[in-house]
């Protein structure tokens, strides 16, 4: 009895070793139930981050109607990619970034693996900085008062924790977390949209360029999921339907993302500014006494979205070629995702807006590299690859001229993006640029 317990006692912390990163999860470990798929995708995108962006998007120039579509565009462009990312894990049963050697060589998936790492790194600070705040302010109802970086170190430390367990307390963390917020934040939602001040009957120009820069920040807000997507489905049995799995990730991001930044379009008449601090002050006062609920909410709603970057964070650490364990790269992605929060607190929006925005440079080619391989090739004829692969060239050299002649941010702005008046169209050419070259010169899928 004792020796058949131990393994069960055990089996909630995912294996430690680099080696099981690399590899494919065994068979006999694959027994994920299919719903998880949903609260994988559903859960992350739970917090204030979404309605921050819907708040934003008022700030940026739109009025509600155009805001309204940029949020139903954007977020449909973004997630489709995602969900269609989702569908390798199960075949392959390998991380999201393994699973990119097959186009890029084991030497190519270095590069876009280490930045993928600092990606997870940066969403930590993005996740953290409102949850932060939000637990203090918690606290401080109770008369406690907790300094800024205590407070964030107290959720840095249970995500942390999650993450060292790995993907199947990540896992149940998206599920059970993930149902709990869900009623909290649908419960928010109804009595703010009821007593919130919305500009529903505001209407005003909006210039095509402000529309595409408001569609381009609602598309990373899902496409930024793309290089996590099978990290989270390599553990369902690889007879698993690959439609289901696709359609049932497509419904979790945007039964998330879209309700919460349509709702942070309707409470922009009442919050002063885009900032979580902003949003925070406004729940507390338009919800009375649900305020106290809302900021606990806010503070747990960081720990399903943390977990989850500090998990992929690292297996990204190892796939960039760094031997260690994995616990000791989870380790090292919360410290500094803690280091990267208190560094950036006050300064949330920039921070925010430029972060989503420049990463897409990187993620989009390298999404369109991965899901031509995927599919539009024959996958018998591709095996994995050793070295630095066609593929690996097309997306350095699209990401480096993407970023060069198309970026807008208040750090750089290419010349082709000053020539459309600031809009921001390079994620689009990096994809479709990325995708078609590497497609074009691939052998394709054999007829049966």
């Excluded at 402000?210 to 496409?223: D, I, K, R």
């Excluded at 796939?319 to 949330?348: D, K, N, Q």
């Excluded at 004829?381 to 350095?396: D, N, Y």
């Excluded at 750090?411 to 074009?440: K, N, Q």
Aim: with cysteine; charged share 10%.
């Amino acid at each position: 009895m004792t020796q058949d317990a131990a393994p069960r006692a055990y089996a909630i912390m995912e294996d430690m070793s680099a080696a099981a990163v690399r590899e494919p999860v065994p068979q006999r470990l694959k027994t994920m139930k299919m719903d998880r798929v949903f609260w994988s995708h559903f859960a992350p995108n739970l917090g204030p981050g979404g309605w921050v962006t819907g708040a934003l998007l008022v700030s940026m120039g739109l009025d509600f109607k155009t805001g309204v579509a940029a949020v139903l565009i954007g977020n449909l462009i973004g997630a489709l990619p995602v969900a269609l990312a989702a569908a390798i894990g199960p075949s392959t049963g390998l991380t999201q970034m393994e699973a990119s050697r097959r186009a890029l060589g084991q030497k190519g998936l270095r590069l876009p693996a280490f930045l993928n790492w600092i990606y997870c790194v940066g969403w930590d600070a993005v996740n953290n900085l409102p949850a932060a705040t939000a637990l203090i302010a918690l606290l401080l109802t109770s008369g406690v008062r907790l300094p800024f970086w205590l407070a964030l170190g107290v959720l840095a430390g249970v995500q942390m924790l999650a993450s060292i367990y790995g993907h199947h307390v990540v896992q149940a963390l998206q599920k059970y977390l993930g149902a709990f917020l869900l009623f909290a934040f649908g419960l928010i939602g109804i009595v703010f949209a009821i007593r919130g001040q919305a500009p529903l009957s505001i209407h005003h120009p909006v210039s095509v360029t402000t529309f595409l820069l408001a569609v381009g920040v609602l598309v990373s807000f899902n496409l930024s999921w793309a290089s996590y997507s099978s990290d989270y489905t390599r553990y369902l049995p690889a007879s698993s339907n690959p439609t289901k799995v696709v359609l049932l990730a497509l419904a979790g991001l945007l039964a998330s993302a879209i309700p919460f930044q349509i709702l942070g379009l309707i409470s922009a008449g009442s919050v002063a500014n885009a900032s979580p601090t902003a949003v925070i002050a406004s729940l507390q006062h338009t919800l009375g006494p649900l305020g106290t609920f809302a900021l606990a909410a806010i503070a747990l709603s960081s720990i399903t979205g943390n977990s989850f970057n500090d998990n992929t964070a690292s297996y990204s650490l190892i796939s960039a070629g760094f031997h260690i364990p994995r616990v000791a790269a989870a380790i090292l992605t919360a410290t500094l995702g803690y280091g990267l929060a208190v560094a950036g607190a006050g300064r949330y929006a920039t921070f925010y807006t430029d972060y989503l925005m420049v990463t897409m440079y990187w993620i989009a080619p390298w999404t369109g590299i991965v899901l031509a391989d995927w599919y539009c090739t024959d996958h018998a004829l591709r095996p994995a690859q050793k070295g630095w692969t066609r593929g690996a060239t097309i997306f350095t050299l699209t990401s480096a001229l993407t970023i060069g002649l198309f970026s807008t941010s208040s750090l750089y702005t290419g010349p082709i993006a000053r020539w459309l008046d600031g809009a921001d169209i390079g994620y689009y050419v990096g994809f479709f640029v990325a995708a078609g070259c590497y497609a074009a010169g691939m052998p394709r899928r054999t007829s049966s």
